[in-house]
């Protein structure tokens, strides 16, 4: 605006001036510096106006230098199209620009928000499609018309001793993080920490068995006697009947054991044989998502148990209170997550964004 204003005084001048004599007049000069400083405009800027008009001939104003705002934008467009990883940092690199212009363009101009790249398996050789045809196989069996069978899952995980040694972020609120406790401001990581493992069975409608927790690993022998016979079997015969359910492991050494193999059989418990068992797949095995949860409630707990019986009060508590709020948010979706991995692909229950 400020520029169109000073064009229409620039042309008033050049007018007057051009009327007095112009060039061919040596007093049309003072005319017009005394007509127009009577007028309020500063004499420097009419005798600038008349220089430029009698060496260029002109009263434009000259070109302003810089990009053309349409190229760059392109620009940029064009690099997340081809690229949507690259950082602003780089992007700036790439197109020659300042990093607040190109954040400018990227941000207010394009509407390219960033988001965070979501963490999902990695799969090698021949994983995707054996995973797709197992769960194919699961899917069709839970179906009226294939069995009706109700899946219990089953797993392992291990749980640090000290809650802190828990992965994750760990925050502190202060106006100078220099103005707080080192106990609050660093995080201790111990490099080889103590670790229960935890095992525990949960069936598609939100059933949890009684949790099994163990020092040390676990083996064949363990798994047959401690997991199987003396939970799985009683947890099957409290909610179902041992025809109406199809047993999920997962591909551990110890599930498919010749001995444990022997005792399903013998019970008459169907199960997932091992070359139809899904390699790689947690997205649709809920019971990962259930042992995040129950770790996040343990995090939180203040104290650190001393020895194995304490941990397992507080374990139990844990597992109870998470398995009676989200048990059975988590498995509603079960056969949905299943149908979408064999018949749209191994990352299509990451896009269902209401799982």
């Known amino acids: ?18 009327i007095n004599g112009g060039r061919e007049n040596s007093q049309s000069n003072k005319l017009t510096i005394k007509h127009f ?47 949507p990883e690259t950082s602003v940092r780089i992007g700036s690199l790439k197109t020659n620009m300042p990093i607040s212009t190109f954040q400018y363009i990227k941000k207010k101009k394009l509407k390219i928000n960033a988001f965070v ?3 999902v398996p ?27 069978k109700v899946l219990i899952l089953d797993d392992e995980t291990y749980v640090p001793q000290d809650p802190q040694q828990i992965p994750g972020k760990n925050y502190f609120h202060a106006q100078n993080k220099t103005s707080v406790k080192d106990n609050v ?6 490099k080889f920490s103590k670790r229960f493992l935890v095992w525990q069975a949960i069936d598609q409608n939100g059933n949890t068995s009684e949790p099994f927790i163990h020092e040390g690993t676990i ?14 079997l009683p947890f099957i015969e409290k909610y179902h009947k041992t025809n109406d359910i199809l047993f999920w492991p997962d591909l551990a050494t110890a599930h498919y054991q010749k001995d444990v193999i022997s005792w399903l059989e013998s019970k008459n418990i169907e199960f997932v044989k091992r070359n139809q068992n899904t390699p790689n797949v947690p997205q649709v095995r809920p019971i990962e998502r259930f042992w ?11 104290k650190m148990p001393k020895t194995l019986n304490g941990f397992k009060r507080i374990w139990c508590n844990i597992s109870k209170r998470v398995a009676d709020k989200s048990a059975q948010n988590l498995m ?11 018949y749209k692909g191994v990352l299509e229950p990451f896009k269902l964004a209401n799982l």
């Open 117 to 119: 790249q979501q963490t």
């Open 1 to 18: 605006m400020a520029r169109l204003m000073n064009e229409l005084i620039a042309k008033r001048i050049v007018h007057f001036y051009e």
């Open 122 to 148: 990695k799969y090698i050789n021949d994983q995707i499609p054996r995973a797709r045809k197992a769960c194919r196989i699961l899917y069709k069996k839970t179906l009226t018309s294939g069995g009706n």
């Open 292 to 302: 995040a949860l129950c770790k996040k409630e343990y995090k939180i707990h203040n």
């Open 219 to 232: 083996n064949a022998k363990v798994y047959l006697e401690e997991c199987l016979t003396k939970r799985l």
């Open 37 to 83: 400083s009577e007028e309020g405009i500063r004499y420097q800027t009419i005798a600038r106006i008349i220089k430029r008009y009698n060496t260029r001939g002109s009263i434009d104003y000259m070109k302003i230098l810089g990009r053309p705002p349409f190229r760059s934008v392109d620009k940029v467009k064009k690099l997340y199209e081809r690229k």
């Open 332 to 342: 509603r979706h079960l056969k949905r997550k299943l149908r979408a991995v064999a």
């Open 185 to 190: 401001r660093f995080k201790p990581k111990q």
